[in-house]
């Protein structure tokens, strides 16, 4: 069985660009979590799909949106990126939204 | 706002000491995990504990929810050079907000061989 697997590893943007980043939930999972973790803090709660729908919302902006598709992958973009996002972003996939998070290794992500 | 205070922010012992982390709220949850993390690795569960008072054991590992279920700790046994790592609270809320988790600052323990 294949873990919860997030791309890319590694990304390197600048202040104002957008950058989306992406998880591939764990086979008959249907709940994607993603979570902002800054250096040195436990991670944030940003934003949760079920079945697809948007499930609950951290206190994060607007710019920060996602999308979750029929294989319940999922997306998580970034607009107008600041220095402050500069954070590993974890997704976590569970069988549904009430049941156990299982989380991937997550997105280094660095704004110059 | 619900907040998870963890303490101590850093421990560093020797191995077969053992150790005691902390993690308090104000705020009542309905469920308390415990995460551990390795670099560049994303937080592993080691337990969910849902009843007040509840003591659940993980080999050298002991974990206790509060009575009020807002505070719980994580205590281990003779700590080995293997249990160093960056460990996580994190509190559910029931109902709709059930796996929107909210996480403490964390602990980072270093044990010395």
């Known amino acids: 069985e294949t873990g919860v697997t997030q791309s890319p590893t590694h990304l390197i943007k600048t202040r104002g660009q957008q950058v989306t980043l992406r998880c591939s939930s764990q086979s008959g999972h249907n709940t994607v979590s993603w979570y902002q973790q800054a250096l040195g803090q436990g991670p944030q709660f940003i934003f949760q799909?079920?079945?697809?729908?948007?499930?609950g919302r951290g206190n994060f902006p607007p710019r920060f949106s996602g999308l979750q598709f029929p294989n319940y992958s999922s997306e998580l973009n970034v607009n107008a990126l600041e220095l402050d996002d500069s954070a590993l972003y974890l997704c976590?996939?569970?069988?549904?939204?009430?049941?156990?998070?299982?989380f991937g290794p997550g997105t280094r992500l660095t704004v110059l | 706002t619900q907040l998870l205070e963890q303490s101590p922010q850093f421990l560093s012992i020797q191995e077969g000491e053992n150790l005691t982390v902390y993690c308090n709220s104000s705020s009542v949850f309905s469920s308390l995990q415990w995460y551990r993390q390795e670099p560049g690795e994303g937080p592993v569960l080691l337990v969910t504990?849902?009843?007040?008072?509840e003591v659940k054991k993980l080999k050298r590992l002991t974990f206790q929810f509060g009575d009020a279920r807002k505070d719980s700790s994580l205590h281990i046994t003779a700590a080995q050079p293997g249990d160093t790592g960056l460990y996580l609270c994190?509190?559910?809320?029931?109902?709709?907000?059930?796996?929107?988790?909210?996480f403490g600052q964390g602990t980072i323990l270093t044990v010395h061989p």
């Open positions: 504990v849902v009843t007040g008072g």
């Open positions: 976590a996939s569970s069988l549904s939204y009430y049941n156990e998070q299982f």
């Open positions: 799909y079920y079945r697809e729908e948007e499930n």
């Open positions: 994190a509190g559910g809320l029931g109902g709709t907000s059930y796996g929107k988790l909210t």
